[in-house]
């Protein structure tokens, strides 16, 4: 049973040296000083090619927003379109020819983009909407010729045990009717209906063997095995109730934590991944993978405040969704270093206690991991790739590029 990603203390160790001596060549170095190790990021996209068997993996552009990264696992095996996560984004992604199949992850009411959409033939052929209302239909007619323009629906994929729904809460589409009636709407006014997606959050996303807490795991198993169960016989009554209506070209499901479970299902064609490419901590503690740690955030010891204190300039970067230290960055490497409790991660300062922390000097480098993928690239313009023991190349992030989606 995976016990998560490589953290001895010598590995960590080694780590520091190696980011240290990689990044000591570049001028002017702004922080944080954002590293993906391409190593770690290519040994990643094999094991999702592996865990895949043979069903085609779609990128999520929202889990890495640097596009030399999207680029680059797109080259390799295994791996075919983007799920974008902004409207905008998918046609900045057509249009600098990165994607020739970019599908939207969410529903858009940007008017704007959507007439950007509409009106461009190249846009149009290349980038499917998501839709769960009647009403996004109507959206979409109002800013142009929508007749033709590619949609797919987004079906509810939670786990429902009597009044209780555990999952991300996306669609109101749950009951294959639901899914059927839509399906037709989109049918008669005129829309080309492509795909359907199922984003089975609560099993892609849930870390599954987090130690010391032996008896949560096994709850989140088993909500996982049910989730499954129920969601395989749904996927199959739509499948069965659609295909008198239309041949669909794709069914989207999963994410990089339930890769195994999602491509075993007939009826998916493709499966979502992104965060499992730069493995973030909350990616550490699943049963079924061990990813290796590829991105990380450098920010110097600017303090030593005493009482074996060190502390770094700044370093708050809190992922979303529920508060709790799970969120928060790691201090990762060199080992030994922790949050304070009553201080945490701070957008100008974070002091680190632990034993490593009485060996930091001022200057000397701190490497954290980020709690969730993609987030991190918000924080930064560039992004130092390295191979080996070297920085190869630096790149812009969508930030760096002046995007903001």
Same mark, same amino acid.
């Given at each position: 049973?995976?016990?998560? @990603?490589?953290?001895?203390?010598?590995?960590?160790? =080694?780590?520091?040296?190696?980011?240290?001596?990689?990044?000591?060549?570049?001028?002017?170095?702004?922080?944080?000083?954002?590293?993906?190790?391409?190593?770690?990021?290519?040994?990643?996209?094999? #094991?999702?090619?592996?865990?895949?068997?043979?069903?085609? $993996?779609?990128?999520?552009?929202?889990? +890495?927003?640097?596009?030399?990264?999207?680029?680059?696992?797109?080259?390799?095996? %295994?791996?075919?379109?983007?799920?974008?996560?902004?409207?905008?984004?998918?046609?900045?992604?057509?249009?600098?020819?990165?994607?020739?199949?970019?599908?939207?992850?969410? @529903?858009?009411?940007?008017?704007?983009?959507?007439?950007?959409?509409?009106?461009?033939?190249?846009?149009?052929?290349?980038?499917?909407?998501?839709?769960?209302?009647?009403?996004?239909?109507?959206?979409?007619?109002?800013?142009?010729?929508?007749?033709?323009?590619?949609?797919?629906? #987004?079906? #509810?994929?939670?786990?429902?045990?009597?009044?209780?729904?555990?999952?991300?809460?996306?669609?109101?589409? =749950?009951?294959?009717?639901?899914?059927?009636?839509?399906?037709?709407?989109?049918?008669?006014? %005129?829309?080309?209906?492509?795909?359907?997606?199922?984003?089975?959050?609560?099993?892609?996303? !849930?870390?599954?063997?987090?130690?010391?807490?032996?008896?949560?795991? *096994?709850?989140?198993?088993? *909500?996982?095995?049910?989730?499954?169960?129920?969601?395989?016989?749904?996927?199959?009554?739509?499948?069965? #109730?659609?295909?008198? *209506?239309?041949?669909?070209?794709?069914?989207?499901?999963?994410?990089?934590?339930?890769?195994?479970?999602?491509?075993?299902? @007939?009826?998916?064609?493709?499966?979502?991944?992104?965060?499992? +490419?730069?493995?973030?901590?909350?990616?550490?503690?699943?049963?079924?993978?061990?990813?290796?740690?590829?991105?990380?955030?450098?920010?110097?010891? !600017?303090?030593?405040?005493?009482?074996?204190?060190?502390?770094?300039?700044?370093?708050?970067? !809190?992922?979303?969704?529920?508060?709790?230290?799970?969120?928060?960055? $790691?201090?990762?490497?060199?080992?030994?270093? =922790?949050?304070?409790?009553?201080?945490?991660? %701070?957008?100008?300062?974070?002091?680190?206690?632990?034993?490593?922390?009485?060996?930091?000097?001022?200057?000397?480098?701190?490497?954290?991991?980020?709690?969730?993928?993609?987030?991190?690239?918000?924080?930064?313009?560039?992004?130092? *790739?390295?191979?080996?023991?070297?920085? !190869?190349?630096?790149? @812009?992030?969508?930030? %760096?590029?002046?995007?903001?989606?």
């Amino acid at each position: 049973m995976p016990a998560g @990603p490589a953290s001895s203390d010598a590995a960590r160790h =080694h780590l520091a040296r190696r980011l240290g001596r990689a990044v000591a060549g570049l001028e002017d170095p702004t922080t944080p000083m954002v590293v993906v190790d391409l190593d770690a990021f290519d040994a990643n996209a094999a #094991d999702l090619v592996r865990r895949a068997a043979g069903k085609s $993996i779609r990128v999520a552009s929202k889990s +890495l927003r640097v596009p030399a990264l999207v680029q680059r696992v797109l080259a390799g095996p %295994g791996f075919s379109g983007v799920l974008a996560y902004t409207l905008r984004e998918a046609l900045w992604l057509v249009d600098q020819d990165i994607s020739d199949d970019v599908v939207m992850g969410y @529903p858009t009411v940007d008017r704007g983009a959507l007439r950007t959409l509409l009106a461009d033939k190249k846009a149009r052929s290349l980038v499917t909407l998501m839709v769960d209302s009647p009403a996004h239909l109507s959206l979409v007619e109002a800013c142009g010729d929508a007749k033709g323009a590619r949609v797919a629906i #987004d079906v #509810d994929a939670g786990l429902r045990m009597g009044r209780s729904h555990v999952g991300p809460k996306r669609s109101p589409l =749950h009951d294959s009717s639901q899914v059927v009636a839509l399906a037709r709407e989109v049918l008669d006014r %005129g829309f080309t209906l492509v795909g359907v997606m199922t984003y089975e959050g609560q099993v892609a996303g !849930v870390p599954d063997d987090v130690p010391n807490q032996r008896a949560r795991s *096994l709850v989140v198993r088993k *909500l996982k095995a049910a989730s499954v169960s129920q969601l395989g016989e749904r996927r199959r009554q739509i499948d069965r #109730d659609l295909r008198p *209506l239309v041949e669909l070209e794709v069914w989207n499901a999963g994410g990089s934590g339930s890769v195994e479970t999602t491509v075993a299902d @007939p009826v998916v064609t493709e499966v979502a991944a992104g965060s499992g +490419l730069l493995a973030p901590g909350l990616f550490d503690h699943y049963q079924s993978f061990e990813p290796r740690p590829a991105a990380f955030f450098g920010i110097p010891v !600017v303090r030593r405040p005493g009482g074996g204190l060190a502390t770094v300039a700044g370093g708050g970067f !809190v992922a979303s969704g529920p508060t709790g230290k799970d969120r928060s960055p $790691i201090p990762w490497a060199p080992p030994d270093l =922790h949050l304070l409790g009553l201080e945490g991660a %701070g957008e100008v300062q974070t002091p680190l206690t632990g034993p490593g922390a009485r060996m930091l000097q001022i200057g000397d480098w701190v490497w954290f991991r980020h709690a969730k993928s993609g987030e991190l690239a918000e924080h930064t313009n560039v992004v130092h *790739l390295l191979a080996g023991e070297a920085i !190869v190349e630096t790149v @812009p992030s969508y930030r %760096g590029l002046g995007l903001a989606w």
